[in-house]
Structure formats: structure tokens, C-alpha cells
């Protein structure tokens, strides 16, 4: 049984920083593509971030490009979300996923998520 527990939400002002952390209990870790998404309210879920099995190919929201990093140590089965230079539009409950069986840009592909972690920026 796969498990994913997204941790690190929280307040921050604009211009402030977060990390978030997923850990992957189960699976196949080592051989997962890894991504990022969020929802804010009555909005679809966003693509933010992915991470590919071997750790050298990132891709990004293009909300995101150039603030978050994608990052992930496989030793802890754990995948980073680094936020800086956050906004209030980022606002939304952040979710880890993981092992696409389609494009890793697109929800639906997804199998295993996590819960859900909060993240607010106020202005």
C-alpha cells in the first residue's frame, strides 16, 4: 500500500519563503516520476512541479518558473518543494504525487496522493 504525507504549509507574507516536504512510503520510489500540484479555491488543480526518477529533470509551472524548486532525496523517499519569493496568489492547498501512468503535467494521471497541505501568502 502506497502512502503520501505532504508536511511544511503554513502563513507566510509576500516575498517570504516555504518548503515543503512528501514522504512516500510504499512503491517504487527510486524509479517514480514526483510532482507538485495545487488548488486553490473553486479553481482546478494546477500543475506546479515534477521531478523525473533520476533526479536531473525538473519541469515547472509557468506561475512558478524561476521561484520554486523541485527537488528530491531518494536515501528518505522524500520530494522538496522549495517556494521563494512567494506571492498571494499562491494561495492554495499544495498536493504531492506520484507515479504517472500518463502525462506527469496532468492530474488524472496520478494515482497516489497525498492529503493535502495548506499554503497562505498574505499581501
Known amino acids: 500500500q502506497v502512502q503520501v504525507s505532504e508536511s511544511g504549509g503554513g502563513s507566510e507574507k509576500a516575498g517570504g519563503s516555504l518548503r515543503l516536504s512528501c514522504t512516500v512510503r510504499g512503491g517504487s520510489f527510486g524509479t517514480w516520476t514526483l510532482a507538485w500540484f495545487r488548488q486553490s479555491s473553486g479553481s482546478e488543480r494546477e500543475f506546479v512541479a515534477a521531478i523525473r526518477w533520476s533526479g536531473d529533470t525538473t519541469y515547472y509551472g509557468d506561475s512558478v518558473k524561476g521561484r520554486f524548486t523541485i527537488s528530491r532525496d531518494d536515501a528518505k523517499n522524500t520530494v522538496y518543494l522549495q517556494m521563494n519569493s512567494l506571492r498571494p496568489n499562491d494561495t492554495a492547498v499544495y498536493y504531492c504525487?506520484?507515479?504517472?501512468?500518463?502525462?506527469?503535467?496532468?492530474?488524472?494521471?496520478?494515482?497516489?496522493w497525498g492529503q493535502g497541505t495548506q499554503v497562505t501568502v498574505s499581501s
Open positions: 504525487a506520484a507515479d504517472p501512468t500518463g502525462s506527469f503535467y496532468t492530474a488524472r494521471s496520478y494515482d497516489y
